[in-house]
């Protein structure tokens, strides 16, 4: 089994892991980490440490990278190549350039949970396990376990995977607001899905007619948002503030690749806007 290096969140120390490299190398991994999510919160000095410590591995078409049950050594940021992982044989998804794999086992001591393997010729930049678990644990580690526990009360998600669930905690962006602040404006084009973490919020839509309609409205644990990404349509109806109210919000991006599971429920779920007027749903809807 694997044994759990004694890293504390309170040691501050940074690990000094030094691989030489050339301007040219760090402008690569720079490049490939820019748009990585686990890198995104790091402040400059730990993106340093990383960029630091990484190692250059050459993989060939149909190398095994990672093979699921192992123990974990590595993870990996992709610099060129193309990687197909796959969980008992079954392919679940593809990773490309400036994506990464293998933070799981490493961040939870458990054993590799899926086997990752080149579909091309590839360079991926490696990072040891202690440098790993010293620096981007830390951060991602208390950003997953502030909102995991939150997630998993939504109910929406609960047909999700630990390790899907972990990959909604790592995209999630803090949103407050105080009391009447318009959160969502009907009409509007949408850029992102939201989650009560507490407070209530009104749903207020507007008819043809000019009247406004007063849907039930929404607290701790529901959603809204996703009509606007879901049908590519504008905002169906206001979202307002009754008090202050904590959301965490996903981007369309993040929305689209994360909730793909869930679409199918959410679109069930559109009969709980229904009113006794009805929802006056876009000529595109879902609902056709
Ligand atoms: P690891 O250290 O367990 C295998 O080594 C890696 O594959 C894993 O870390 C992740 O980085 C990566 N489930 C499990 N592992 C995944 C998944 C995944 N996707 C990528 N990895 N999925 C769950 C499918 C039910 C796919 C989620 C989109």
Request: aromatic share 6%.
């Amino acid at each position: 089994s694997v044994s759990a290096e004694s890293i504390q969140p309170s040691d501050t120390r940074l690990p000094s892991v030094v691989i030489p490299k050339s301007i040219e190398a760090k402008m690569r991994i720079a490049s490939a980490t820019s748009s990585n999510l686990l890198f995104r919160n790091l402040e400059a000095e730990q993106r340093r440490c990383i960029v630091d410590a990484m190692f250059e591995r050459p993989v060939k078409a149909g190398e095994v990278v990672i093979k699921q049950g192992d123990e974990g050594d590595n993870f990996y940021v992709v610099d060129q190549g193309a990687f197909d992982i796959f969980i008992h044989d079954r392919k679940v998804i593809e990773v490309h350039p400036g994506g990464s794999f293998g933070e799981l086992a490493l961040m939870y001591n458990t054993p590799r949970a899926a086997t990752v393997k080149a579909v091309t010729d590839g360079t991926l930049w490696a990072v040891d396990r202690v440098t790993f678990r010293s620096i981007i644990t830390d951060n991602t580690y208390r950003k997953r376990r502030l909102y995991e526990s939150f997630l998993k009360t939504i109910p929406l998600l609960e047909s999700l995977q630990p390790s899907e669930i972990a990959k909604i905690s790592d995209a999630l962006e803090p949103v407050h607001h105080e009391p009447d602040d318009v959160i969502i404006e009907q009409g509007t084009s949408g850029a992102h899905f939201y989650m009560i973490e507490s407070g209530e919020v009104r749903v207020i839509q507007t008819i043809q007619s000019g009247e406004q309609i007063e849907h039930s409205g929404l607290k701790a644990g529901d959603y809204f948002g996703e009509l606007a990404l879901l049908n590519d349509s504008p905002r169906m109806a206001s979202i307002i503030a009754n008090t202050d109210v904590k959301l965490v919000a996903l981007s369309k991006d993040a929305f689209v690749r994360l909730l793909g599971p869930v679409v199918d429920i959410m679109k069930r779920n559109v009969s709980r806007y229904s009113t006794a007027e009805g929802l006056a749903l876009p000529a595109n809807s879902m609902m056709e």
